[in-house]
């Protein structure tokens, strides 16, 4: 993280803008009343600058701006505790609202790093399908999917043995990377469709990361983190005679929200996660079955 006067390297201008705001509006505005209450005193006392003001009543006003300049921070207190507050917690299944305010920029960058993607796969599908009628102002979405490295050995998932033991089942993990390289397929098959119309340029990739699938992290366009972790000791029945999985459930997933628009606490924690998920991203795998980054 960065400190005293540095700025960030993705720091665009609005953040500095915002930034530079938040630290002289208050001045300028003090000066501002302070100002109009000195003037209409001054006016009010001193003829040849009533005269030149063409005014009688400065008195009032004067006294009026000094009121002002008091309460000026028990007004702004109390505008900011009137604010909407910022979501703390959403639920998975809220990831839908996210990936449509997300494509209401221009460029979308969606990353994701947990189990199968399953939620996440489900509305970006839909939210791309619909770039076939009208793709709004999006002119290029590049999505992210790190997920577990299906191929080898795990204990989660994995079979729930006699003991509760979690015991490594191939078949099982094939089922998961099969399922992933569905979701693959799928979008990267409507990709190359809108690619090839020319409206929007979508590129899609899926990589494997070493481990076990514990945290569920979204980040939408490097401005917006969801994160949460999910249940290791969630079960899933299998079916007639097959054992039960340990297998987390995304969609139950419960996801705390940072926002570069928050304090900064929250915008050094999406700092962090960017660099996290851009430096695994480095480090992860291509499946041999990915149809490729530009789909």
Not at 129 to 148: A, C, K, N
Request: glycine letters at 10%; aromatic letters at 10%.
């Amino acid at each position: 993280m960065s400190g005293g006067g540095s700025r960030r390297p993705d720091e665009g201008v609005g953040e500095r803008l915002k930034r530079f705001q938040a630290r002289y509006e208050p001045i300028a505005t003090r000066l501002l009343l302070l100002g109009i209450f000195v003037t209409g005193l001054t006016a009010q006392f001193v003829k040849p600058v009533g005269d030149a003001l063409e005014g009688k009543a400065f008195l009032g006003g004067a006294l009026l701006s000094l009121v002002g300049y008091v309460l000026y921070d028990t007004v702004k207190d109390l505008a900011a505790s009137l604010r909407t507050p910022t979501r703390a917690q959403v639920k998975s299944r809220d990831l839908g609202t996210f990936v449509t305010e997300a494509f209401e920029a221009r460029n979308v960058e969606i990353s994701f790093l947990g189990y199968t993607g399953e939620t996440l796969y489900n509305a970006l599908y839909h939210r791309l399908e619909g770039f076939l009628d009208d793709p709004g102002p999006t002119r290029r979405v590049s999505v992210r999917f790190l997920i577990p490295d299906f191929r080898q050995p795990m204990i989660v998932p994995s079979r729930v043995g006699a003991d509760g033991a979690p015991v490594d089942d191939e078949e099982f993990r094939k089922r998961l990377e099969l399922k992933c390289q569905d979701y693959d397929r799928s979008l990267s098959a409507i990709a190359q469709r809108l690619t090839m119309v020319g409206r929007v340029t979508v590129e899609c990739e899926y990589r494997f990361y070493p481990g076990i699938p514990r945290d569920k992290v979204c980040i939408f366009n490097r401005e917006l983190v969801l994160h949460g972790l999910y249940d290791m000791a969630a079960r899933t029945m299998g079916f007639g005679p097959e054992p039960e999985y340990y297998d987390p459930k995304g969609y139950r997933t419960d996801l705390n929200v940072w926002s570069r628009e928050d304090s900064d606490d929250a915008k050094a924690a999406v700092a962090t996660w960017n660099k996290h998920f851009d430096d695994l991203w480095g480090l992860a795998e291509r499946p041999p079955w990915h149809r490729g980054a530009a789909a």
